[in-house]
DNA sequence: TTGAAAGCGCTACCAC
DNA sequence: GTGGTAGCGCTTTCAA
C-alpha cells in the first residue's frame, strides 16, 4: 500500500497535478468547488506532503531548523536552561509544521562543520544560535553560507544578524545595588568563561555598578559554568583572608555548586554569605536556603526567537529586538550581612 | 552561484550522470581512475549532496531520526536524563552523517500525532522511544505506521520493537539490601507515575526485596518526577507519626527536593533520614550532603541504542539488548540509623 | 479556471 | 565499464 501522491488524489479528482497542488496549497487558481472537493479526496486518502519533494521543488523549504548546542557535555545535561529554550522554540515551530534539528558539539569548530554541513546538504532552513563569544567566528560563517539565522544575544559583534538581547546591565545594577543595602562590601562575580560575550557585558556592569555603590572590595573571577569548577572557585574564595559575604555567580548550576562548598565549609547562608544565582529555574527553589535568583523568561525567547527566525525565512526584513531585562527574585540565599563572623554551631 | 549539481561534475569530467553517482557512492560501475578523478572534481567545486534530492530519489533515507521526549515542561528543563541521551544518540548518528529531530511533547496523544506526521511526510528514517508506559499504544503505533523504531526501556510491553532495556531490580535490591544493612526498616520509595513501565518493575521489585530482607515498614508512594512533587510527598512523608529512616527516590530530581524539605523540617540527613536518589548526575554532587544514587550510563545507552536504530534502518535483524544495571554510588546521604531521635540542634 | 509539461538533484536501471 | 534515461513527488510556468 503505496502512501498516496498527488497523483492519486488527481485522478480521483479528475483533474491535473497542477489543480490538486493548487488546491493543497490554498493558492488561487482552482475554483472553490473544485478545491473542497480535492481537499476532501486528499483527506479521505490520507495524503500528506513528502517533504523531501516538497523541499526538492523549485525553491522549496525543507520545513527544519537547526540549534547547535556547543557546551562541555558535564554541564549540558544539568543545564536547565537549554531544554526551556528547545521548548519554547518547538511551540513556536510546531505551529507552522517546522521541525527541529539539534546538535551538541564540542568546540566553535565542529559546530562551523554542521552549520557547513546543513547548509550544503540542504538539512535545514535556517539556525538558531546562541552564546555568542568575542570575537564569534559565526556570524560572518553562516552569513557566508548564506544561512539564515537569528541569534539570541548580541547585538554587539552580531554583526548584521538579527538578534534577541537582554540588557544584562541593568540586572546586574540591581543585584549590585540589592546587595549593598543589605551591607554587603566584599561582593565578588563568579562568571562565566571570558569568552562569552554576555560575560564581558556583565562584567563591565557590575564593575560599574560596584564602583557607583561604593563597594571597595568588589572583583570578578572566571569560571566555566560547570559545577565542578564552581565549587572549586567557591573553595577558592570563601579560603580566602578577606572572605568575600555575598557571591554572584553567572548561572544556577555554580550557585547551587558554591551553596554546597559554603555548607561544607561551615559558612552559613545568608547569615554569612549570601548567594545570589544569575538563571533561575526550578534548580533554585529546590535547595535549601533556596536561593535568591535572577530569572528570565528562557522559554518565551525560545518563542520570539522562533518566531524572528521564521519571519527572517519568509523574506521579510528583522529587526533586533531588546527583550525585558531579567528580575531579581529574592529568597532564602540572601539576607542582611551579619558582622561579626561568629562560627556557625554546627549540628552534631 | 549556485550549488553545484553531479550534473555540474559530470560535465567537468566529461561523463555522465551516472557515472558520478556511482563513483560518489562508492559503488561499483566505474573505473578506479574515473572514480577517483570524478572525486576530485567534486570536492574543488566543493559539492555536497543535496539531502531531499537523494531522500526523493528511489527508496532514499532522509537520514534523520526522530526523539520524543514526553514529560512535564517543568520538570523537562532540569532533568539532566534527556540532554544526557540526545548527547549520547548524536555521538552515534553524527559518525553517519544523520542528524536527530528533537520534540518535546505534553501528552502520548500529541506523541502519537508527531510520529504520524513524521511517517507521513517522511521527515524521519526511524525514532527512539524511551519512557515505555502500562499499556503503551507507542509499539503498535509505529509499527502500523511502518515507522522503524528502537525502545530505550521494556522488553514487557514493547511488543516486536528491538529494545535497550535494564534489569533494574537488581539495583533496587542492591539498594534495600544496603539499607537494611544500615540499620533502617522504615524504608519509603518516593516513585514516578504509575503510568511509567519501569516504575511498575522498580515498585515491584522494591516491595519484594523489602519483605526478603524483613523490612515491615517498607512501602512505595506516587510521584510525578518534579521538583514540586518531590517536595511535597516528602513533607507528607516526614511529618507522618511514623517518621521513614530512609527514602528512595525515582529520579534525581525529587531527591534533591526531598534533601531540601529534610533541611527545611530540621531532619538531619544522614543521621536521621538517609536518601538515595535513582538517577545520578553532576547534581547529586553539587548539593550538601551530596546524595547517594544509583548511577547509569545514560551517554552509553543513548550510543547504544542509537547503533541498534541504524541497524534496523539497515534492514538488518536486530534482538533487543540488556544493558548493564546501574551502580550504587554511597555519598554523603547515606549512613547509618542513628536509633534515638534525638532532634537536630539547628545553627540559629 | 484548468491541464500539460518542465524541472528540482539524485539513484538505479537499462542498453551499449 | 560506461552513457543515456526514467522516475521519486512536488511546485510552477505556460497555454488553452
Not at 535556517?126 to 548564506?146: E, K, N, S, T, Y
Not at 544578524?161 to 543595602?181: F, G, I, K, N, Q
Not at 565549609?265 to 545570589?276: R, Y
Request: proline share 5%; hydrophobic share 40%.
Amino acid at each position: 500500500m503505496r502512501r498516496p501522491t498527488i497523483m492519486d488524489i488527481a485522478k480521483a479528482a479528475g483533474v491535473s497535478k497542477g489543480a490538486v497542488s493548487y488546491a493543497l496549497n490554498g493558492r488561487p487558481g482552482v475554483s472553490e468547488g473544485t478545491r473542497k472537493r480535492i481537499l476532501d479526496i486528499a483527506s479521505d486518502l490520507g495524503w500528506a506532503p513528502s517533504n523531501p519533494a516538497r523541499a526538492l521543488a523549485a525553491g522549496g523549504r525543507v520545513g527544519a531548523v537547526g540549534l547547535v548546542v556547543d557546551r562541555p557535555s558535564r554541564s549540558l545535561g544539568i543545564e536547565p536552561f537549554f531544554m526551556q529554550l528547545v521548548s519554547g522554540i518547538e511551540t513556536e515551530l510546531s505551529a507552522t509544521g517546522v521541525d527541529l534539528l539539534l546538535q551538541v558539539t564540542e568546540d566553535t569548530d565542529t559546530e562551523l562543520a554542521v552549520y557547513r554541513r546543513w547548509a550544503s546538504e540542504r538539512r535545514v532552513d535556517g539556525v538558531v544560535m546562541v552564546d555568542l563569544r568575542v570575537d564569534d567566528p559565526r556570524p560572518a560563517a553562516v552569513r557566508g553560507l548564506g544561512l539564515p539565522a537569528v541569534l539570541l544575544g548580541g547585538p554587539g559583534g552580531a554583526g548584521d544578524l538579527p538578534c534577541l538581547y537582554t540588557d544584562d546591565s541593568s540586572s546586574v545594577r540591581e543585584v549590585v545595588r540589592y546587595l549593598a543595602a543589605l551591607g554587603h562590601r566584599h561582593v565578588v562575580q563568579v562568571s562565566g568563561p571570558e569568552e562569552f560575550a554576555h560575560t564581558v557585558d556583565r562584567g563591565e556592569a557590575f564593575r560599574e555598578a560596584a564602583d557607583r555603590a561604593g563597594l571597595a572590595g568588589a572583583y570578578s573571577v572566571h569560571s566555566d559554568y560547570t559545577g565542578e569548577a564552581g565549587a572549586r572557585t567557591t573553595r577558592r574564595l570563601l579560603a580566602a583572608a578577606e572572605r568575600p559575604t555575598a557571591l554572584v555567580y553567572d548561572n544556577d548550576l555554580m550557585a547551587v555548586a558554591g551553596l554546597g562548598v559554603a555548607a561544607e565549609m561551615g559558612v552559613d547562608v545568608p547569615s554569612q554569605l549570601s548567594i545570589v544565582a544569575w538563571d533561575d529555574s526550578a534548580l533554585c527553589r529546590l535547595v535549601r536556603p533556596s536561593l535568591t535568583a535572577i530569572g528570565r523568561d528562557v522559554v518565551g525567547h525560545g518563542r520570539q526567537v522562533a518566531r524572528m527566525l521564521g519571519r527572517v525565512l519568509e523574506g521579510e526584513p528583522v529587526a533586533s529586538q531588546e527583550s525585558s531585562a531579567g528580575e531579581l527574585h529574592p529568597r532564602g540565599s540572601t539576607g542582611p550581612l551579619v558582622v561579626s563572623h561568629v562560627s556557625a554551631v554546627t549540628s552534631e
